[in-house]
């Protein structure tokens, strides 16, 4: 069973070769979006509510301790 980050990230994908397919400038642009869109769902759902993700750190970075 796959996990919910990677449903999105495979939505992300599928949105992303699609616009690579399509020669209509509208339906590319629109298709980018969506796939930005789950991009930066995958984003907000892999940090916790103080942003934090599962290796302890912040939003990529390394997680600076003020001392």
Known sequence: MRTLIEV???QADE????????DDPKRRETLLKLAAEWT???Q???HDSRGRNPHGTY???ERHRAR
């Open 8 to 10: 999105y990230q495979h």
């Open 15 to 22: 949105c992303a070769r699609l616009a690579k397919k399509t």
């Open 40 to 42: 930066q769902a995958i």
């Open 59 to 61: 939003n990529g970075q």
């Open 44 to 46: 907000r759902g892999s």
